[in-house]
Protein backbone atom coordinates (compact mmCIF):
# COMPACT_ATOMS: atom_id res chain seq x y z
CA UNK A 1 0.00 0.00 0.00
CA UNK A 2 2.82 2.53 1.16
CA UNK A 3 6.52 2.20 -0.47
CA UNK A 4 9.49 3.15 1.62
CA UNK A 5 12.72 3.96 -0.17
CA UNK A 6 11.50 3.07 -3.78
CA UNK A 7 10.76 6.28 -5.81
CA UNK A 8 14.16 7.42 -7.03
CA UNK A 9 15.75 10.83 -5.43
CA UNK A 10 14.73 13.54 -6.87
CA UNK A 11 19.02 14.62 -6.81
CA UNK A 12 21.26 11.54 -7.33
CA UNK A 13 24.00 13.47 -6.67
CA UNK A 14 23.18 14.59 -3.51
CA UNK A 15 21.46 11.62 -2.60
CA UNK A 16 25.03 10.01 -2.72
CA UNK A 17 26.09 12.39 -0.69
CA UNK A 18 24.00 11.34 1.77
CA UNK A 19 25.18 7.86 1.32
CA UNK A 20 28.53 9.28 1.92
CA UNK A 21 27.76 10.69 4.84
CA UNK A 22 25.92 7.42 6.11
CA UNK A 23 29.83 5.53 5.77
CA UNK A 24 31.50 8.13 7.49
CA UNK A 25 28.95 7.53 10.21
CA UNK A 26 29.36 4.07 10.70
CA UNK A 27 32.78 3.74 9.75
CA UNK A 28 34.78 6.84 10.68
CA UNK A 29 32.66 8.10 14.02
CA UNK A 30 31.14 11.10 12.06
CA UNK A 31 28.56 12.69 13.77
CA UNK A 32 28.83 10.97 17.18
CA UNK A 33 29.24 7.74 14.96
CA UNK A 34 31.18 4.68 15.00
CA UNK A 35 34.30 2.77 13.87
CA UNK A 36 32.74 -0.10 12.28
CA UNK A 37 34.85 -2.26 10.27
CA UNK A 38 32.56 -2.45 7.36
CA UNK A 39 34.43 -2.70 4.22
CA UNK A 40 31.20 -3.50 1.59
CA UNK A 41 28.57 -1.32 0.49
CA UNK A 42 25.69 -2.38 -1.30
CA UNK A 43 23.70 -0.02 -3.85
CA UNK A 44 20.23 -0.50 -3.81
CA UNK A 45 17.91 -4.11 -3.52
CA UNK A 46 16.40 -5.58 -6.87
CA UNK A 47 16.30 -2.63 -9.42
CA UNK A 48 15.27 -5.08 -11.96
CA UNK A 49 12.40 -6.80 -9.72
CA UNK A 50 9.82 -5.76 -12.18
CA UNK A 51 9.74 -4.06 -15.55
CA UNK A 52 9.56 -0.32 -16.63
CA UNK A 53 5.71 -0.17 -17.18
CA UNK A 54 4.79 -2.76 -14.53
CA UNK A 55 1.99 -0.39 -12.41
CA UNK A 56 3.11 -2.11 -9.43
CA UNK A 57 6.89 -1.71 -8.71
CA UNK A 58 8.02 -2.92 -5.86
CA UNK A 59 11.83 -2.10 -5.08
CA UNK A 60 12.83 0.71 -7.74
CA UNK A 61 9.76 3.15 -8.76
CA UNK A 62 11.73 4.84 -11.77
CA UNK A 63 12.95 3.47 -14.83
CA UNK A 64 15.76 1.48 -15.83
CA UNK A 65 17.51 4.25 -17.64
CA UNK A 66 17.20 6.34 -13.91
CA UNK A 67 18.83 3.26 -12.45
CA UNK A 68 21.33 3.37 -14.31
CA UNK A 69 22.24 7.11 -13.55
CA UNK A 70 21.81 6.41 -9.95
CA UNK A 71 24.06 3.86 -9.83
CA UNK A 72 26.76 5.26 -11.45
CA UNK A 73 26.53 8.66 -9.68
CA UNK A 74 26.19 6.91 -6.79
CA UNK A 75 29.27 4.29 -7.23
CA UNK A 76 31.45 6.87 -8.59
CA UNK A 77 30.96 9.33 -5.81
CA UNK A 78 31.49 6.86 -2.96
CA UNK A 79 34.30 5.65 -4.54
CA UNK A 80 36.30 8.81 -4.78
CA UNK A 81 35.45 9.37 -1.09
CA UNK A 82 36.54 5.71 0.10
CA UNK A 83 39.21 4.52 -2.18
CA UNK A 84 39.02 1.28 0.41
CA UNK A 85 35.80 0.10 0.51
CA UNK A 86 33.90 -1.99 -1.14
CA UNK A 87 31.41 -0.94 -3.41
CA UNK A 88 28.51 -2.83 -5.55
CA UNK A 89 25.30 -4.16 -5.89
CA UNK A 90 22.33 -4.14 -7.19
CA UNK A 91 21.34 -7.13 -5.90
CA UNK A 92 20.21 -8.66 -8.87
CA UNK A 93 16.15 -10.24 -8.07
CA UNK A 94 16.47 -12.56 -11.17
CA UNK A 95 16.06 -10.73 -14.71
CA UNK A 96 19.31 -11.86 -16.28
CA UNK A 97 18.92 -9.66 -19.50
CA UNK A 98 18.58 -6.74 -17.43
CA UNK A 99 21.92 -7.44 -15.26
CA UNK A 100 23.42 -8.24 -18.56
CA UNK A 101 22.23 -4.96 -20.00
CA UNK A 102 23.34 -3.05 -16.76
CA UNK A 103 26.84 -4.31 -16.41
CA UNK A 104 27.43 -3.62 -20.16
CA UNK A 105 26.03 0.06 -19.37
CA UNK A 106 27.98 0.09 -16.31
CA UNK A 107 30.92 -1.08 -17.75
CA UNK A 108 30.84 1.83 -21.05
CA UNK A 109 30.47 4.30 -18.20
CA UNK A 110 33.76 3.11 -16.28
CA UNK A 111 31.52 2.37 -12.99
CA UNK A 112 33.82 1.08 -10.82
CA UNK A 113 32.36 -2.59 -9.24
CA UNK A 114 34.15 -4.18 -6.52
CA UNK A 115 31.29 -6.95 -6.28
CA UNK A 116 28.15 -7.50 -8.00
CA UNK A 117 25.02 -8.91 -5.29
CA UNK A 118 22.54 -11.32 -6.65
CA UNK A 119 19.67 -13.14 -5.39
CA UNK A 120 18.02 -16.63 -5.69
CA UNK A 121 15.40 -18.85 -4.10
CA UNK A 122 15.11 -22.52 -5.38
CA UNK A 123 14.36 -25.90 -4.51
CA UNK A 124 17.53 -27.51 -6.16
CA UNK A 125 20.87 -26.35 -5.68
CA UNK A 126 22.23 -27.22 -9.11
CA UNK A 127 19.69 -24.30 -9.95
CA UNK A 128 21.31 -21.82 -7.44
CA UNK A 129 25.44 -23.11 -9.14
CA UNK A 130 23.72 -22.23 -12.80
CA UNK A 131 22.42 -18.71 -12.15
CA UNK A 132 26.30 -18.15 -10.56
CA UNK A 133 27.83 -19.38 -13.61
CA UNK A 134 25.98 -17.22 -15.34
CA UNK A 135 26.27 -13.89 -13.37
CA UNK A 136 30.33 -14.54 -13.73
CA UNK A 137 29.70 -15.09 -16.98
CA UNK A 138 28.47 -11.78 -17.36
CA UNK A 139 30.90 -10.07 -15.14
CA UNK A 140 33.21 -11.06 -17.33
CA UNK A 141 31.75 -10.49 -20.79
CA UNK A 142 31.58 -6.80 -19.50
CA UNK A 143 35.17 -6.48 -18.63
CA UNK A 144 34.09 -7.13 -14.44
CA UNK A 145 37.11 -10.21 -14.09
CA UNK A 146 37.65 -9.15 -10.96
CA UNK A 147 34.75 -8.24 -9.09
CA UNK A 148 32.88 -10.60 -6.82
CA UNK A 149 30.24 -12.40 -7.27
CA UNK A 150 28.74 -11.96 -3.80
CA UNK A 151 24.93 -14.29 -3.34
CA UNK A 152 23.55 -12.21 -0.63
CA UNK A 153 19.76 -13.35 -0.62
CA UNK A 154 19.07 -17.33 -1.27
CA UNK A 155 17.10 -20.14 0.44
CA UNK A 156 14.53 -22.53 -0.32
CA UNK A 157 11.07 -21.30 -2.28
CA UNK A 158 9.24 -23.64 -4.60
CA UNK A 159 7.46 -20.30 -5.98
CA UNK A 160 6.32 -16.87 -4.34
CA UNK A 161 2.17 -18.09 -3.89
CA UNK A 162 0.72 -21.47 -4.29
CA UNK A 163 3.59 -23.09 -2.74
CA UNK A 164 5.05 -20.11 -0.54
CA UNK A 165 3.56 -21.97 2.52
CA UNK A 166 5.06 -24.97 1.60
CA UNK A 167 8.14 -23.51 1.11
CA UNK A 168 8.16 -22.18 4.94
CA UNK A 169 6.98 -25.39 6.33
CA UNK A 170 10.23 -26.60 4.17
CA UNK A 171 12.57 -23.95 4.93
CA UNK A 172 12.46 -24.99 8.59
CA UNK A 173 12.58 -28.76 8.64
CA UNK A 174 15.16 -31.42 7.31
CA UNK A 175 14.79 -31.31 3.93
CA UNK A 176 15.61 -27.44 4.52
CA UNK A 177 18.72 -27.76 6.40
CA UNK A 178 19.84 -30.29 3.61
CA UNK A 179 19.32 -28.28 0.93
CA UNK A 180 21.29 -25.21 2.64
CA UNK A 181 24.25 -28.07 2.98
CA UNK A 182 23.79 -28.99 -0.15
CA UNK A 183 24.25 -25.37 -1.33
CA UNK A 184 26.88 -24.43 0.68
CA UNK A 185 28.58 -27.56 -0.30
CA UNK A 186 28.13 -26.48 -4.10
CA UNK A 187 28.82 -22.73 -3.79
CA UNK A 188 32.20 -23.82 -2.51
CA UNK A 189 33.62 -25.01 -5.54
CA UNK A 190 31.27 -22.52 -7.86
CA UNK A 191 31.97 -19.76 -8.84
CA UNK A 192 30.33 -17.57 -5.62
CA UNK A 193 32.77 -15.62 -3.70
CA UNK A 194 30.38 -15.35 -0.72
CA UNK A 195 26.75 -16.50 0.38
CA UNK A 196 24.27 -14.94 2.46
CA UNK A 197 21.61 -17.18 4.07
CA UNK A 198 18.21 -15.39 4.04
Known sequence: IKKHGTIPPPDFKKWAIICEHIIRHYTEGWADGFHYDMPYWEI??????????????????????????????????????????KIGGPGFAHRMEWADKFLGEMSKRKVPMDFCSWHQYAIEPCQIVRRAETVRALLDKHGYKDTESILDEWNYVADWKDRFI????????????????AVMSVGQRSSIDMLMYY
Open 44 to 85: WNEPDLDPDDSPNKRMWGGTTAQFYDLFEVTAKHIKDCFPNI
Open 166 to 181: ESIETIISIKGAAFIM
